[in-house]
DNA sequence: CCCACGACCTGTGGGC
DNA sequence: TGCCCACAGGTCGTGG
């Protein structure tokens, strides 16, 4: 589920909340998620404060002052909300994480603030570490990652550098992370859709000025979903507990039969699978 | 190297 | 109403 918009707004909504707080409590309610919870997980974290709270990719990092980084991917369903104690859907109890079913409630964070920041994950395809915070960088889960496509460093000379000669159709290449960091299947489908190119083009085949359109639809489509909060489709929540709105702009995720909402193009939308997951694409505007 | 596919896990929505 | 299947925002590993 949650992509780079989606994590992003998670970020802003809990850094109020979590930046400069210390953790006095952290109740862990099971022994993994994806993979176990590092050792000593609960004890590594009580008493440390967050300095910092930031993303990299589809990831958070909480920065601590004992020299550690806490790491967090949500997977498909991974939902962090915030709740003030006190002022859960029961008075004076927590309802961590709202609408989702607490019994996927699998950690709590109390900070010393009056405030508890609870991950709830159904599918428990998320998962957390621990990493000394000097060497993030070379950690796996960092080390290949492609430049963030809200920064400078992401240009359409990425594309054209990493895309060069390359076969693998431009759909499923937008998905690796290696080459740009952040894309899932709902705003890459998006962004080919507002760069006009179709899905099954071979990456390498896709012409400077395609990739300068891409380049541009994928900072568009990323800046216009944060700004919306994200993309509801089932599970995610914002930190409040709020849903996202940007679903309602799709123009092609999710809409299969629909007309193309590109204005006149007489086109359809149509699903396809590619690498085991559902394209939504218009075969009439994305040549 | 490339690709397709299954695995991980649970919930939900549609069709019959 | 109830049951079964398909499918879901992500990634990783295997085997052809």
């Known amino acids: 589920m949650p992509e780079l918009p ?34 000593d997980f609960a004890a590594r974290l009580t008493g440390a404060t967050i300095q910092a709270l930031e993303r990299r990719a589809k990831y958070l990092l909480a920065r601590l002052d004992t020299g550690e980084t806490l790491v967090a991917h949500l997977g498909m369903t991974g939902r962090f909300t915030i709740e003030v104690d006190g002022e859960g859907e029961t008075p004076g109890q927590f309802h961590y994480a709202a609408g989702a079913d607490p019994k996927h409630t699998h950690l709590v964070l109390v900070t010393d603030r009056g405030v508890s920041v609870a991950y709830n994950d159904a599918r428990r395809f998320g998962y957390m570490d621990l990493i000394a915070t000097a060497r993030l960088g070379e950690h796996p889960y960092f080390a290949g990652l492609g430049p963030e496509p809200l920064s400078d460093a992401f240009s359409t000379a990425t594309l054209v550098s990493a ?4 076969k693998q159709n431009v759909k499923v290449s937008l998905l690796d992370q290696r080459i740009v960091a952040g894309l899932g299947n709902i705003y890459v489908c998006e962004a080919l859709h507002r760069a006009r190119i179709h899905p099954e083009r071979a990456a390498g085949d896709v012409t400077p000025a395609q990739l300068k359109r891409l380049t541009a639809a994928i900072r568009s489509v990323l800046e216009e979903a944060i700004t919306a909060g994200g993309s509801t489709l089932r599970d995610y929540r914002t930190a409040d507990g709020a849903l996202g709105y940007f679903q309602h702009s799709f123009k092609v995720y999710g809409r299969e039969d629909d007309p193309c909402a590109k204005p006149r193009c007489a086109g359809v939308v149509r699903r396809m699978v590619q690498g085991g997951r559902s394209t939504f694409f218009c075969g009439v505007c994305q040549g």
């Open 6 to 39: 989606e994590v992003e707004t998670v970020r802003r909504g809990l850094a109020p909340h979590l930046e400069g707080a210390r953790l006095v409590a952290v109740r862990q309610n099971r022994p993994d998620l994806r993979f176990p919870f590092p050792d």
């Open 163 to 166: 895309f060069a000669a390359r």
